[in-house]
């Protein structure tokens, strides 16, 4: 999975954990052993109710003309 982003009017409903839950299943299914990911703080509480840990910090880098 690349990117999860729930509409504004959803969130706060479990549609974002519903949809990362059934990603790492499918991949579990798939024999991965491990998961990581990049996050925003807004998907902080989701990652860490489905066993998530933090490990590091990172660095956004943005271009603008």
């Known amino acids: 999975m ?13 549609v974002g954990t519903a949809m990362t839950a059934a990603a790492l299943r499918a991949a ?8 990581f990911l990049d996050s925003s703080a807004l998907g902080l509480s989701i990652y860490r109710r489905l066993g998530f840990e933090k490990v590091s910090e990172g660095t956004l880098f943005v271009r603008e003309d």
């Open 28 to 35: 579990a299914g798939d024999g991965a052993q491990r998961a």
């Open 2 to 14: 690349f990117f999860v982003d729930t509409e504004v009017a959803w969130r706060g409903r479990g």
